[in-house]
């Protein structure tokens, strides 16, 4: 066997076989659906973009000379390669395929020395830069993690916000930003991962997004955010926990009412 330098583990099918070992060890799988799945890369993306938010260009590309930002940097960067990897493994897709192909369209979409299309001028291509969200809500209550007993409780505060603003659902593609304010730890046994704090906010908004156009049970229709970003942090001084919710639209040109 020649010596090319890799790693054993290194390769796609093998990380995929990894976790999937790691997951059916401790009876996982059963959370482990494609939705969830998707919902938990979303919001491991969105822990990512927040070690880079508030830094200048030149600060992110520097950001890996400072060796805690670093290591945060590249925890995010693993878990989301590993919900990724998680995701292709439970579909059956051939990940590493799926990218050649790609690959190859976008040979055809951008040959060589062509100018590159703006960012704007691509539908959901520059996020939400430009825009102004359409609706802000402000979450009071202790923002609650999928499948624990403040779900139910985080849920109806969602909703009542929602209701309080008026807001309808609107047949659009969707931007949304949360900031969550958990409260104090009272033990070490009290910690909120980010992705799983999204998934009920996301649920509880069907009267922003609407419901999916399926005969399943009743549900928000979250597959039409196509932007997402999310950050936590622990209460301040005189601050009560909750969360800051931005939403956008991304296929036109609104604006806060």
Not at 33 to 41: C, D, E, H, I, V
Not at 165 to 188: L, M, S, W
Not at 205 to 223: S, T
Request: charged share 25%; glycine share 8%.
């Amino acid at each position: 066997m020649s010596d090319t330098g890799a790693v054993p583990g290194d390769s796609l099918a093998e990380l995929a076989d990894l976790l999937r070992a790691f997951a059916q060890a401790r009876n996982w799988e059963q959370y482990h659906t494609p939705k969830n799945l998707a919902m938990a890369l979303a919001g491991e993306a969105g822990e990512l973009l927040a070690c880079f938010q508030w830094l200048t260009a030149g600060e992110s590309a520097r950001i890996m000379h400072d060796p805690t930002a670093a290591a945060n940097v590249e925890a995010e960067l693993a878990d989301v390669l590993q919900y990724l990897i998680r995701l292709a493994d439970v579909l059956q897709m051939d990940l590493a395929e799926a990218v050649r192909k790609k690959v190859q369209l976008n040979e055809t979409r951008f040959p060589p020395g062509a100018v590159p299309a703006s960012a704007a001028s691509t539908p959901g291509g520059a996020g939400i830069r430009g825009k102004e969200p359409f609706l802000v809500l402000e979450v009071e209550g202790h923002p609650a993690s999928y499948s624990s007993a403040a779900e139910g409780p985080w849920k109806a505060a969602v909703r009542a916000e929602i209701a309080r603003k008026h807001a309808t659902p609107r047949d659009t593609r969707f931007g949304v930003r949360i900031t969550f304010r958990t409260r104090v730890p009272a033990n070490a046994n009290e910690v909120w991962d980010l992705d799983n704090l999204v998934k009920p906010t996301l649920d509880a908004m069907e009267g922003v997004l609407g419901k999916r156009p399926w005969h399943g049970p009743p549900q928000a229709a979250d597959d039409r955010v196509d932007y997402l970003a999310t950050s936590k942090r622990t209460v301040g001084a005189d601050e009560s926990p909750g969360a800051h919710i931005e939403v956008y639209d991304l296929r036109g040109d609104t604006v806060m009412p």
